[in-house]
């Protein structure tokens, strides 16, 4: 078998693409939840990272081997490689010590400012896809929504935090997901899903297994609660990659990155009623703004 598929994918309905923008915005929302709670807890943000990309991709390979069992390739292991060190690798070391200075839901609301780099992305590796004026003013709308919170000094944490070093370190992973994105748009339509997805994941877990040794990291003993939210951070994490996988193949960049503007809307309300995270004027005036260009942002694709 092949793993190379036809490049004119049919493209999705309206209904296909909304499914898969809500499955990847509520998995990856969720997620940073789950994430956040464990931190609170006391566990090691390295023994953490290091046991969920080698738990996902364990998954993704025995899944590969079993039911895939395609000829190994080197081309897919170099695009993938590229791609999985930004989308997989360097956003999940950045989230996870952004989440331990700003809080979930906020860290989910900097997500929302990807879109504003990914077209400046697009400009450079991707000329072929256009960016209209509408799409300008959109990004431009959510990115004064982001400002807003670093001016303001808004954490999401109840007088705590560090929006400076936490909005920093989520700001390198927000350009690690924009570069992602096109990335995967460049590569990932000519592959399977889980080929795609599989052939991420050797790398990054050889790079997180090697930081959890050379900084001395001990295993960690987890409660049952602690193990359930683990594997529940593993499902949110499969179902989002996949969701936007498949989407990504179909449908432009740009489109794609409204999953970044939904996103919050699950962080923040998880992170108010499980974490008891802050809820405020700020927020809701930077909520505002976002929203604003996640509706130019959507009407400019659909119209087209």
């Known amino acids: 078998m092949n793993s190379t598929e036809k490049n004119n994918l049919e493209k999705p309905t309206l209904i296909q693409t909304i499914g898969a923008v809500l499955v990847a915005a ?25 046991l969920r990309v080698t738990l996902i991709g364990s998954i993704l390979f025995l899944n590969y081997f079993l039911f895939i069992r395609e000829k190994f390739q080197m081309r897919i292991l170099k695009e993938a490689t590229i791609t999985g060190t930004f989308s997989v ?40 896809e256009k960016i209209s004026r509408v799409r300008y003013i959109a990004i431009i709308v959510g990115f004064i929504g982001i400002l807003y919170l670093f001016i303001t000094g808004e954490t999401g944490l109840l007088n705590d935090g560090d929006i400076l070093l936490g909005g920093t370190l989520a700001f390198f992973g927000v350009q690690c997901i924009a570069l992602a994105t096109v990335l995967n748009r460049k ?55 996949t969701a936007f996988t498949w989407l990504i193949r179909r449908v432009s960049a740009l489109q794609v990155a409204s999953v970044d503007y939904l996103v919050p809307i699950v962080g923040v309300t998880a992170g108010v009623v499980f974490l008891n995270e802050a809820f405020n004027s700020n927020i809701v005036i930077a909520s505002i703004f976002i929203f604003f260009s996640l509706l130019l942002n959507t009407k400019e694709e659909f119209s087209e």
């Open 26 to 50: 509520f998995m990856w929302g969720s997620g940073n939840v789950l994430s956040r709670s464990l931190l609170i807890e006391g566990v090691n943000e390295i023994f953490l990272v290091t």
């Open 89 to 128: 690798f360097s956003v999940s070391w950045f989230f996870i010590y952004a989440l331990q200075y700003i809080s979930s839901g906020l860290v989910t609301l900097l997500i929302s400012s990807a879109p504003v780099f990914t077209a400046l992305w697009l400009k450079i590796l991707l000329k072929e």
């Open 187 to 241: 590569y990932a339509p000519k592959y399977k899903v889980a080929t795609w997805l599989t052939y991420q994941y050797p790398l990054v877990i050889i790079l997180s297994i090697a930081a959890y040794i050379i900084f001395d990291i001990e295993p960690q003993s987890l409660s049952t609660s602690q193990i359930i939210r683990i594997g529940a951070l593993v499902i949110s994490n499969l179902s989002a990659f």
